[in-house]
C-alpha cells in the first residue's frame, strides 16, 4: 500500500495500527483516502468494546460516528447488563452508558427495549430507564439538571461519590457536560 508515495506492507501498518490509543487510530484515518476507507469502520465499530467499560470513549463514539438502528438495538441490548458501583451507601448501578445511549437515541431506546418487554425481570433498572428518558430535555445541560433532580439516578449525580466501580477508568467520571 501506498501511503504519501512510499511503499509500506498492509500488515506493517496493521501492527502500527493495532499498537495506536483511539484518538491516533481517528488521526491515522484521516492520513489519505486508502487509510480512511481501511480503517474507519474499524475505529467506528470500537463502541462496542468500550461500551460497559470505558466511559470517556464510549460517549466520544456517540458523539463522532453514526450508527445503523441495528447497531444501536446492539448498543441498547449491550447497556443492559449494567455494572455494579459501590458507594459508602451502597451498591449501584452504573447509568452513564445508559443515559448516553437514551440521550443520544432519544426515544428510540424507550420503544425498542423498555415498551418491547427486553427489561422483563429488571424492575428497577425499567424504572431507572423510564426516569432517564423522562429527564430528556431540549440540550444536554437541562437533561442534566432534570437527572439531578431524581433521586433515583443517584448514580449519574455530582454527589455520587463511588469507591469501587468496574469500568477501566482510573478515575470516576461524571456525565460530560459538552
Not at 495506536?20 to 475505529?43: G, M, Q
Not at 468494546?49 to 466511559?55: G, R, T
Request: net charge positive; hydrophobic share 40%; glycine share 2%.
Amino acid at each position: 500500500m501506498d501511503v504519501n508515495d512510499i511503499y509500506i506492507d498492509e500488515g506493517i501498518i496493521n501492527i502500527f495500527f493495532n499498537l495506536l490509543n483511539f484518538y491516533d487510530k481517528i488521526n491515522f484515518t484521516k492520513t489519505n483516502k486508502t487509510l480512511f476507507v481501511l480503517y474507519k469502520n474499524r475505529v467506528r465499530c470500537g463502541i462496542f468494546q468500550y461500551i460497559n467499560h470505558d466511559y470517556l470513549l464510549f460517549h466520544e463514539c456517540l458523539k463522532r460516528f453514526k450508527y445503523t438502528k441495528e447497531e444501536q438495538i446492539m448498543l441498547m441490548d449491550k447497556s443492559l447488563d449494567v455494572n455494579a458501583v459501590l458507594n459508602v451507601s451502597g451498591r449501584f448501578c452504573d447509568l452513564r452508558f445508559i443515559f448516553e445511549l437514551c440521550y443520544y437515541s432519544r426515544n428510540y431506546f424507550y420503544k425498542n427495549i423498555y415498551k418491547k418487554g427486553k427489561m422483563k425481570g429488571k424492575d428497577i433498572l425499567s424504572l431507572m430507564v423510564k426516569e432517564i428518558c423522562n429527564s430528556i430535555s431540549f440540550n444536554r445541560y437541562e437533561t442534566i439538571l432534570n437527572v439531578e433532580k431524581k433521586m433515583i439516578l443517584y448514580s449519574l449525580k455530582r454527589s455520587f461519590k463511588p469507591i469501587l466501580w468496574k469500568t477501566n477508568e482510573s478515575q470516576w467520571i461524571y456525565l460530560i457536560k459538552d
